[in-house]
């Protein structure tokens, strides 16, 4: 087995149970009942690698991994550092990470040492190397896990002690050079700020300064520079004796930290899902949510990731945290598959008997063994992976659709002041998403730095800040026949938060002028008509002039209406729209679907899915299509073609039947 195959299997912590050498020995056991290929090991394994400075105990994990690995079951083992033992806080308090109230963490929980330390970074150095040296050559082991959920999870990561300070100044330095560009690009004339001497730069701190929007996006680059750095120094540290694939595990849309930036040290994207499965009885809008994670973490690298943790039935650090109901898991974990995941794997393998994680889930739980509903969903996962491996590993979406998701953007939009207080990025990214979800249309998701050329369709919902270059290369993609859709409140900023002078960066693409943007109270609110239905328009409203553009739609109301709300520009062989408002999610639908009918962009059932039906499509050899039920009920496709079912061979013609949560695969006959 290696990285060309499926993986199954999560977590596992023996170090917790050393003491008890039956519990290791029936690990092993219902570990292969199970199914499980491949477990992840060490990763807050620090105080028993190292139980006192400078001591090193890893014969215990020799003497697992060497022991799994007779038993079939690979390793992806994890540098022990994104928690720290006491003696090493107690010794060297100058680890700890310092909050933006001005505290310095205590020591305790996890992730809450300061990225820059260079105590930290020696004392990682030490134990990745030794780790590396003893295991880096192991044939069993596929991978290295650097840390765990860089940035996460007790706060957002970031620290403003007195080191990180004087790292921030002379990360300015070298991206400035001298104090008056860093004046003009911050704009610090505004209330006298102007700064005459670098020391007199602080990090954004709410009893400091934190209105000056320059100021606090280069202050979120840093800290994502730093965060990166930091994940670079471990990855130098096992490539010492090591030469492994590495990969750190991402969260969701984690805002403190850019993954765009994060995944080019890494050589395969990994990510922690954890949706919330059953929070109310319509699933769609969490399973868009998961979707779009999955598909954001696939289109970094544009290759398949792997899924690092899932829980196998709850968690439990939410408000209330339910177990996922019967066929839940195995949904969940082909919908990781279908948008690119070669992994399936848990947090975690054996629920511990103490501490904060004792009632999350696991595959194990404290009474029972392999007789647990629990059990029956992983090994039918596990056994539906090993059959799969072949056909799925090779293969990976490739969408001719992309929405643009970028952390600059998103700092920037979130922070600035005006026009509304309360501007959700990712909320509205996800509409837009959910548009092609609901068609059943893959989409990768990019950020601005990304190639356009390989898509038909192009979305950038509230494209406040542009990039450098980001104009042109649209342009470019405009020109050269793709479309564009843009909306209200975009091409604002330059990347130092300095509003654009003049005209918008695509006005020329567009075909439009931006005015005003109103953000009308509820009593003002506007509508749509559009072929001859009204739709309601949401909190802005964007006042725009048509120049070369032909109007779609107007505005039905208010002194600026029979002024156009959304707009079509033909531009060299392609064309851009521009939403001048807030739409809801039944009129984007319909926007959505008339551009992917314009550029032919059909699902590969060519038919119309029910509600909380979607589709996904790996293409290789043989294209694999997951076909998706995301209801607890059952779901038919009316009107199909001829179809295999790759998992029992059966053939389909006519009407395809999903039971409640029931994940597909088909092949073309
Ligand atoms: C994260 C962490 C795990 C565990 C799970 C619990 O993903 O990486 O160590 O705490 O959350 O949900
Ligand atoms: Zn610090």
Known sequence: MNLANLLHGGDYNPEQWLDCPEVLQEDIELMKKGNINCVTLGVFSWSVLEPEEGCFCFDWLRDIIDELYGNGIFTVLATPTASMPHWMTAKYPEIMQVHADGKKNLPGKRHNFCYTSKKMREKARIIDSKLAEAFGKHPAVLLWHISNELGGNFGDGSCHCEECNLEFRLWLQEKYR??????QAWWTTFWSHRYTDWEQIHSPMPNGEILTHGLN??????????????????????????????????????????????????????????PFWHKRKDEVPVAVKTAAAHSMMRSMKKAPFLLMESTPSCINWR????????????LSSMQAVAHGSNSVQYFQWRKGRGAFEKFHGAVLDHKNKENTRTFLEVTQVGERLAKMSEKIAATC?????????????WWAVEDATGPIIDIDYVKTFLMHFRSFWEAGID??????EDDLKEYRIVAAPVNYLYKEKYAQKVEDF??????????YWSGVVNESDLCFTEKHPLQEVLGIRQEEIDAPGEEFRNEINYKGKAYPVGRLCEVVHAKTAEILTVYEKEYYKGSPAITRNYFGKGNAYYLAAEFGQEFLNLFYKERMLEKELVNPLASELPYGVTVSVREGEENLVFLQNFNDAEAVIHDVEAWVDADTGEQIEGEIKLSPFECRILVEK
């Not at 001298?178 to 004046?183: A, E, G, M, S």
């Not at 202050?219 to 750095?229: A, L, S």
């Not at 979406?397 to 953007?409: G, L, Q, S, T, Y």
């Open 397 to 409: 979406n490739r969408p001719k659709v992309a929405v643009i998701f970028d952390w600059e953007n």
């Open 178 to 183: 001298t104090l008056d560009r860093l004046n």
């Open 319 to 330: 408000a209330f945290n339910p177990v996922k109901r019967p066929h839940m898991h195995m």
């Open 443 to 448: 989409v990768d998701v990019i950020n601005m």
């Open 217 to 274: 996006l280069d202050w979120h680059r840093f800290v994502t520079h730093q965060m990166t750095g930091f994940c670079k120094w471990e990855i130098d540290s096992v490539r010492e004796y090591s030469s492994f694939p590495v990969t750190t595990n991402f969260m969701y849309f984690f805002k403190p930290l850019n993954y765009y930036e994060l995944h080019r040290c890494v050589d395969i994207v990994s990510w922690d899902s954890y």
């Open 478 to 487: 405009v020109r050269n026949g793709g479309s564009y859709i843009t909306t």
